[in-house]
């Protein structure tokens, strides 16, 4: 357990953090919200102990192990291979191994009869036993399971970890972190240089985590799934919801509608006595309800509603008006060097189409944009713009591309369009630069507030045709919300990569899929996409099991001799089955049993120690949580037992299937 106890943090007259405490428990999954410098950050490193505090600010239980991962990474100097560095977190077990190793060597030349031999075997036998317990022998499985669902290639194992990029990096980072299992995982922006295939393999494998785990995130749906929890920052203070971000929306809102009943209600009390006060206050016969009256407004506790904060408001300008076809695309390709990015595209968008580009990081995704954007010259084919067609881009690292010298509203000026100032400082002004604000130079803004300047310019000029890579970047979930609604009321073509799924399905019609160099179009949202990808790939391996079992095979001759030759080939499949996974199944079916076995007295044990009388009692409190540990490290024993063992089925029904 990890306890925040009455943390306070204020810059000037400003609360960053206004007496917030707060509790962590094993296996709270919990969502942590706000706007852009409500403190989110600052408080998941403070919890990591990255930040400094008083003592007995941050306190956390023996054994309770943190892991941190933070929004962005710094240059890897490391000379080793990315599987050596991912190895690396697993150091410890590593180091056993190698003692382990080392002690076997020299018990072969000690004197059996010394103290020294017995103390190395007893030392060498607790060294086993540990061992033992860790499943070892399944870290190299284990590694490369997670780098693969990260989107790691098999080639890049051998690859030094220094030649990644920084958001491969991140990905690095976050591997480490997943294969360490802290009992607590404090995640700062997992998804942000996640592709969408990457970020869904994350997903699941957090949503299967059994350890605490609380997560940053502006990606609704990522939240939705992997959280139970809700904590929200805002305006210096942390309010609790017990439950996933959409139970905390409604919630809030409720809340909020129950708030402004009260308000108003004592607001009304007030005047009402108020008016009484003053029109008896003069009259001796009224004096003792008069008093009365004001004492009772002295000792009234006033109820304070919470400001709101500041939200981006506006709409696109409507987009001129074009011919129907807005996009033809034919025979495109594209390469780098002797790598084909994609080729033979060919794809047509209609005015009003509004669609998603998706595809693993390194697919093309921006370089298919910037090519519709007339940024980047095809190799082979061609755009082809429709009548009175009108293009506007915002690209991934827009924002970095500002000129730092400038001031926010002379970077509106540079767009080019007869905007008069007060247009550009209403335009500013719909994105929170307000007042002088719009005097501040490029340099000294934030990266959420250079994402919203970048696109307050790229609105500036009407457009038919939108082209957005990444927009929702640096931008808290309030404000992709506003820009989501004003996406799904623009009434031109949109082409936008994203890989926040609640940001894109609430307005996109069509999905473009950049995968392995070709480029296909599908109708529908990206949820709808997923599930025609799931459904296909579930095809995919029916029809190989299906090949397998001799169900696609033909035998010439009568019907029946082909139902007997299936037969006879599905009995042979089962019996080869049955004699290479049998001992695999029924280790299966004993780890199973101990899991449901040991799940049920963790139950148990939580139930227990959930009860205030347990803590009174110093001794019972010791050894149910001493229980409890060893229950969990059991449970975690033949968790990893079922997954090796599941695995060599699955491995083995996979050879029956080739």
Known sequence: MLSVNHLDVRYGDKY??????????????????????????????????????????VNRSRHFTVGYLPQESSALLSQKTLYEEAESAFAPLLALQREADQLHEELKTCDPASDEFREMLERQGDIQHRLDGSDIYTVRARIEKVLLGLGFSQQDLTAPASSFSGGWLMRLMLAKMLLEAPSLLLLDEPTNHLDLQSLTWVEEFLRNHRGAMVIISHDRTFLDRTTEMTWELSLGRLTAYKGNYSYFVREKEERRTVEKAAYDNQQAKIRQTMRFVERFRAKSTKAKQVQSRVKQMEKLELIELEDDEQQIRFTFPPAPSSGRDVLQVEGLAKSFGNREVFGGVDLQLQRGDKAAVVGVNGAGKSTFLKILAGLIAPDRGEVRLGANVRRSYFGQHQAQELSPQLSALETMALVGEDLTVTRMRSLLGAFLFRGDEVEKKVAVLSGGEKSRLALARMIATPANLMLLDEPTNHLDMSSQEVLQEAMAQYDGTIVVVSHNRYFVDSFVNRVIEVKDGRITLYEGNVSEYLVKQAELGEEREASIAAAARGEMATVDGDPSSNRRERKKQEALLRQERSRRAGPWLQKVKEAEAQVEKLE???????????????????????????????????????????????????????????
């Open 16 to 57: 960053l953090f206004k007496d917030i405490s707060v509790q962590v428990h094993t296996g709270n999954r919990i969502g942590l919200v706000g706007v852009n410098g409500a403190g989110k950050s600052t408080l998941l490193k403070t919890m990591a102990g990255i930040t400094a505090t008083d003592d007995g600010v």
């Open 600 to 658: 049920a007295e963790k139950d148990e044990l939580e139930a227990q120690m959930a009860d205030p009388d347990l803590y009174r009692d110093e001794k019972a409190w010791v050894a149910t949580s001493r229980a409890y540990e060893e229950c969990k490290r059991r449970l975690e024993r033949w968790y990893e037992r079922w997954e090796t063992a599941q695995g060599k089925v699955e491995e083995i029904d996979r050879d029956l299937c080739e």
